[in-house]
């Protein structure tokens, strides 16, 4: 069981599915005697109840709002039930409006939220040195940088130190492979930037 809706001023549809919990029921006519106390008054005077159908119980399994584009996926929802709603379909469809043209400024803003998002997928693929993959991030480079700072400033000694690779591997490195690693990361990370930025100036 459905109910379809159709909305003309937002030109889109909308359907609820129902479900019976309890039958429709028919109650026939029904006559009752008057009532008389010991004395012959009447207390209840005699009538009769007419015949009544009590409406069957039901409840919301689904409601759905289609707008005037998605006609096709109401076609398939409808399924069995499509072919009694083709005309209202149709009046959906004849009223159907052009969508409105995106502004320039709305065409420029989702270019650069398309670049960025290129940059930050070329970002978070990482970076090759030397056979491994290592993250590209400001964390990375940091903690990189700063280790080089203490044994710049003699503060830890000149040993080498665990770095964490993008395949969660550790790898032991000293000093001059601290310095080149974190160099390649900055090169590369400001590669990409630079590339973002080319391509947004572009626009």
Known sequence: MIKVIHYPDTNSVEVTWMREVAPSKFVPEQRIDEVRDEDGNVVTEAQVIPAQTIPAV????????YDDRQMDMLRDDLGAEVSEYEA????????????????LEEIKEKAHTDIERQRDVALAAGFMHNGHRYYVDQTM????NGRLTLWQEGK???ISLPVRRMDNSIVMLDRAEHADLADALRQHGEAIYAASWAAKDAL
């Open 88 to 103: 209202l379909i149709a009046e959906v469809l004849a009223n159907q409006k052009p969508l409105p043209q995106p502004t």
């Open 156 to 158: 830890i000694a000149n």
């Open 58 to 65: 039901t409840e919301q399994t689904r409601c759905h709002s």
């Open 141 to 144: 480079i940091a903690a990189l």
